[in-house]
C-alpha cells in the first residue's frame, strides 16, 4: 500500500474520532528556539508567536511572561512532538498566554500538555479575558479553581516527555462557554508559586477547538493534511 494511501486511512480514522471537533487554533511548537551560548532567549518575555494550525491563527500568540529577566527559554522535548515551550525562574503570578479569535465559533474547548521539572511550579490556575486584559475569570479545571502540574520523569513521575510517545496523563482539556464567539479571549496559565531558579514548566499542544478533541497524533494528521474543517458555527 502506497504512503498516501496510507496517510488517507490515518487520517479518515483521525476525522471519524474527533467526531465533531474542529481546530481553531492550535500550537505545536514547530520551530526549536535559539541555542548556543549568548544565543539562549533570556528576559521577561519570550513568544513562539502565531498557532500553526486551525483557521484562526492571524492575530493569534504563544507567549510566557516572568517577573525576572533572568528566565530562560528553550524547547526541549514536547508531549509525543518535536518541541515543547519551556521557561525557569519562575515567580508566582508568572504565566503562558495564548491569545485568540473565537468569532463566529461555539461551544470551545481550552486542551494543553503540561508538566514541570522537579523544582519546577507545580500548582496553576488558569484564566481568561474577553475584554483584551483589563478583567480575567479564572476558569475552574477538574471542578477546583487551581490545578497540578505533573513532574516529567523522576521521583516516581509517569513517564518523561519524549519527541516519540505521547502520554495522555499530561494533557488536560476545558469546556469554556464564555469563550464562544469572542474578537479576542486571552487565557493563561499562571503560577501561583516561586520555585527555584533553575525549576522549569514546560507546555506543549495548546489548542482551542470547538467541541472535544482526538488525540494529539490525530490532530497533527489533521494539520499535515490540510483538512481541518473550515465550517462556520
Known sequence: MSLKSLCTMAVAVAIASSASAEIVCGWTITTAFPTGAGNVPTGTTY??????????????????????????????????SQFGFSSNNWSAGDYYQATVSTTGYSDIYLTWDQTR?????????????????????????????????????????????????????????????AADNQAEVIFRFRSTVTTAAAGSNRIDNVTVSTGALPAPGAIALLGLAGIVSRRRR
Not at 140 to 152: D, H, I, K, P, R
Not at 155 to 167: I, K, L
Open 47 to 80: 513568544t513562539v508567536g502565531a498557532g500553526d494550525l486551525g483557521v484562526q491563527t492571524a492575530g493569534s500568540s504563544l507567549t510566557s511572561v516572568h517577573a525576572l529577566a533572568a528566565a530562560t527559554y528553550t524547547s526541549p522535548s514536547g508531549n509525543g
Open 117 to 177: 521539572s522537579a523544582t519546577g511550579p507545580s500548582v496553576f490556575e488558569l484564566l481568561m479575558s474577553t475584554d483584551g486584559g483589563a478583567n480575567f475569570s479564572v476558569i475552574n479545571v477538574a471542578g477546583a479553581a487551581t490545578y497540578t502540574v505533573l513532574q516529567s520523569g523522576g521521583g516516581g513521575a509517569p513517564g518523561t516527555w519524549s519527541t516519540t510517545v505521547y502520554n495522555s496523563i499530561y494533557t488536560t482539556s476545558v469546556s469554556i462557554a
